[in-house]
């Protein structure tokens, strides 16, 4: 029996995992003993990794659909070539733009930097990914704060924290392993809060709990601000020394009156005098966000109020401190430095000419085969084929039928476009429906490459199983129509170890530097954290490290960024027509997303429910004359409705309904609103109403 450690491919805590292999087969699937990250445990859908094993037909060919409706299977070479014909006929048809790319944060490094490259260098074009709809908040706002879009900690910061704050965050479902670290924490008298508008699991696994009124975040975090200055409760050294704009914070959190906080966020004063006492009374205080903060329409504020609350209290930089944005997907920090659509690979921006040169450098390439800019955003994408501009589309490794906030627009865009490329594992997922081509690709197990976890940890994708004639990975799908292309630019990109050994190159000197890190020494390794700069080795050799600890921060004058606005209007509030608000979330540790993968799972499957379901509050519920498993038909402020059976709970409040995101109607009525800064999509407060089915 052969073992093989490698990464497990679904959440961003990017857990190794023992596989055990005998005739080509997995026949055991065991936590790593001694990896940092999650040491001998994972949760189910790790454990359950060896499903997959059996996804990938034989004869794994792509398909192309015919005039009358029906596929056909090509080899190949003739699946690459048609792809690449058509991306061009249509480039010159309808201009450069025409076509576009939807990423994903659950490729590897390699895989996203390849289509990246593809894409928005060869054929000049836009690629956006799915890490829009997840982190492009957490990115935007560490840009904007510190300069660089570089999450501080490492999860060992969790067992050291004395006051853990989980804002927007339920990590007992989402990231268990996390929470798991929360478990190990020693810290005598420790504090673990959480603010949720809903009784989440975390809440009600910690000592306080929060439950604010929805979108009232921004409210309460400047409130708390204001009453940390008035109190003095502030590190002043630290803000002297390392912070820029406190005095204009200072000045513009005043209006944030605790009446103000105590009417907007439903709150007791009671309790945001408790929050500011608890910021107040810890030594080492960490907040952790996750998509209640990100997934909103004054989110990259949201976002920044907290990093401003660890700045002016000093929790930054320090053990068991920091403003921690927990990342989603098991790669979305890869592809945020990698994928070659909001930034240059390993950072930087498009018009940088230091940069531009740099890279072209690198990819051996000249300087005007580079993308000019950033990409267009995902939903300018989508409107974009709606608006019969881009004809069109390749996407890899994500569902945006079922995922894609007010997913009808998905479903209408799909129809309009003359070329739709689906490549994923499987070709039953309902973005595939409408695709004109169909590119089969292995799942993780037979693949290789590189993962960087939410602590900036790479580790090794190793192929733990052997291919079969045809099946092959996607990064030799991209490759293939790159080439079948012809227009260069891919020399040097043979394989994921050559594209790695490029993309370190590229990260040169940057933040994010991993010219240290090789393709062997990741392998079978505890991983290791970025920065690792080649010759700073031994300096590095620490297992966890943290950034800003010399409080330097990436902004030319190396201080952070006290980022600030008014709370805004909500762009769609609820109303006498909708006076509902339908949160959105994970709904269990063994479902993952739109099911795809999770539903392949035998004892995850058998223990959830088959039909879209809601939460509701037993107040609202009996008022209705709403009984357990009964339906309801919910209309949404986006003109659309959908049917829920009904599961009747206190966790929610009782204006609030809770829908897993699991079950493609949760997204038919999710709005088209957005963040403005980042575009992330608003999903998790959609103005509702309801009836009862009889
Ligand atoms: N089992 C499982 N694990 C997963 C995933 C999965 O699909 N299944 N997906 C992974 C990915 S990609 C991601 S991004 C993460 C997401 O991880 P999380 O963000 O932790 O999960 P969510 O359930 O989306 O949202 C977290 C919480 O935000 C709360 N929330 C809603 N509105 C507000 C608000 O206005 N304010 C505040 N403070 N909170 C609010 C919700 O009630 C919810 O409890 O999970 C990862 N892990
Ligand atoms: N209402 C609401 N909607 C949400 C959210 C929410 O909180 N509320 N969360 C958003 C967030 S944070 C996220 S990250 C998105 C996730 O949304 P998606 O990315 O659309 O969801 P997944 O189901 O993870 O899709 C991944 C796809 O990749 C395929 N796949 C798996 N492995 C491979 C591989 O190796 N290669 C290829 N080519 N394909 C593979 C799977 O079969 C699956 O079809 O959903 C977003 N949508
Ligand atoms: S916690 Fe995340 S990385 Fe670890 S096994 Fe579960 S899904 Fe995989
Ligand atoms: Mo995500």
Redesign the pocket.
């Known amino acids: 029996m052969e073992k093989i450690q490698s990464t497990c491919?679904y959440c961003a805590i990017d857990c190794n995992l023992d596989f055990y292999v005998e005739d080509g087969r997995v026949v055991k699937v065991v936590p790593t003993k001694g990896y940092p990250v999650n040491d001998g445990f994972s949760c189910i859908k790790g454990l359950s990794l060896d499903k997959?094993q059996t996804t990938v037909k034989p004869n794994c060919l792509p398909k192309i659909r015919q005039e009358d409706g029906t596929f056909r299977t090509v080899p190949w070479e003739e699946g690459f070539r048609y792809v690449a014909d058509k991306m061009k006929e249509l480039q010159e048809k309808y201009g450069q733009e025409s076509v576009a790319g939807i990423s994903?944060?659950?490729?590897t490094l390699e895989?996203f930097a390849i289509f990246g490259h593809v894409m928005r260098d060869l054929l000049k074009t836009n690629v956006d990914g799915?890490?829009r709809?997840?982190?492009a908040t957490a990115v935007v706002a560490h840009k904007q704060s510190y300069g660089f879009d570089a999450p501080g900690y490492t999860l060992k910061d969790l067992e050291l924290s004395d006051t853990i704050i989980f804002i927007g965050a339920n990590p007992v479902v989402a990231h268990p392993i996390l929470w798991g670290r929360v478990k190990k924490n020693q810290v005598p008298g420790h504090k673990v809060v959480v603010i949720d508008p809903r009784r989440s699991e975390t809440a009600m696994n910690a000592d306080y709990w929060y439950g604010l009124k929805w979108r009232s975040d921004l409210l309460l975090l400047y409130t708390v601000a204001n009453i940390l200055i008035q109190k003095d409760y502030l590190d002043h050294t630290f803000i002297e020394a390392h912070t820029e704009k406190f005095e204009a914070f200072k000045t513009f959190v005043k209006s944030y009156t605790l009446e103000r906080g105590v009417e907007g966020t439903g709150l007791t004063e009671e309790q945001i005098v408790e929050l500011v006492e608890l910021i107040h009374q810890g030594k080492r205080v960490s907040f952790w966000w996750t998509?209640g903060v990100?997934?909103g329409y004054e989110a990259v504020r949201t976002a920044q109020a907290i990093i401003n609350l660890a700045l002016m209290t000093g929790n930054i930089g320090r053990p068991g401190t920091g403003a921690n944005s927990i990342t989603?997907?098991c790669n979305?920090m890869g592809s945020r430095s990698y994928s070659n659509t909001a930034v240059f690979f390993g950072g930087g921006d498009f018009t940088n000419p230091a940069r531009r040169k740099r890279i072209a450098e690198v990819l051996g390439v000249e300087e005007t085969m580079l993308a000019q800019k950033p990409t267009k955003t995902y939903n300018q994408i989508i409107e974009g084929i709606n608006a019969g501009k881009i004809k069109g589309l390749w996407i890899?490794?994500?569902?945006?039928r079922?995922?894609?906030?007010n997913n009808e627009t998905f479903a209408s865009a799909a129809k309009k476009l003359e070329l739709f490329v689906v490549?994923?594992?499987?070709d039953t997922?309902e973005?595939a429906e409408d695709c004109t081509v169909f590119?089969p690709?292995?799942?993780?197990l037979k693949?290789e490459g590189t993962y960087i976890n939410l602590e900036r940890r790479l580790s090794a994708m190793r192929p733990v199983l052997p291919r079969k004639e045809n099946e092959i990975?996607?990064y030799e799908?991209i490759l293939g129509v790159g080439k079948a292309l012809g227009l260069g630019g891919l020399k040097g990109w043979e394989t994921p170890r050559d594209c790695f050994d490029l993309m370190r190159e590229c990260s040169r000197n940057m933040p994010c530097d991993i010219t240290g890190v090789t393709w062997e020494a990741l392998e079978g390794s505890h991983g290791i954290q970025w920065p690792y700069p080649e010759g700073k080795e031994e300096e590095n050799k620490e297992e966890q490290r943290r950034l800003y600890e010399t409080g330097m921060f990436f902004t030319p004058s190396k201080k952070a960024q006290f980022m600030f606005e008014e709370v805004g209007e909500n762009p769609l509030p609820c109303s006498e027509k909708f006076p509902y608000v339908l949160n959105?979330?994970?709904g269990s540790v063994g479902q993952?997303?739109?099911?795809?993968?999770t539903r392949e799972v035998r004892f995850v499957e058998d223990v959830s429910l088959k039909k879209a379901y809601l939460y509701m509050n037993t107040e609202l519920a009996k008022e209705n004359e709403i009984r357990e498993m009964d339906e309801i038909l919910v209309s949404s402020a986006n003109g659309q409705e959908a049917r829920f059976a009904v599961k009747i709970t206190d966790n929610v409040q009782y204006a609030e309904l809770f829908?897993p995101?699991h079950y493609i109607e949760?997204?038919k009525l999710?709005p088209s609103v957005y963040d403005p800064y980042s575009k992330e999509?608003s999903?998790?407060a959609t103005p509702v109403r309801f009836e009862k089915i009889i």
């Not at 890899?396 to 945006?400: D, F, M, Q």
């Not at 490549?423 to 499987?426: A, F, S, V």
């Not at 993952?592 to 993968?597: D, G, V």
């Open positions: 491919n997959q994903t944060g659950q490729l895989e799915n890490t709809l997840c982190m998509m990100n997934q989603g997907q979305a890899l490794c994500t569902n945006p079922h995922s894609w906030t490549q994923d594992i499987y997922i973005s590119f690709v292995v799942p993780g693949k990975s996607d799908a959105t979330g994970r993952w997303h739109t099911q795809s993968r829908a995101i949760c997204n999710t999509p999903y998790k």
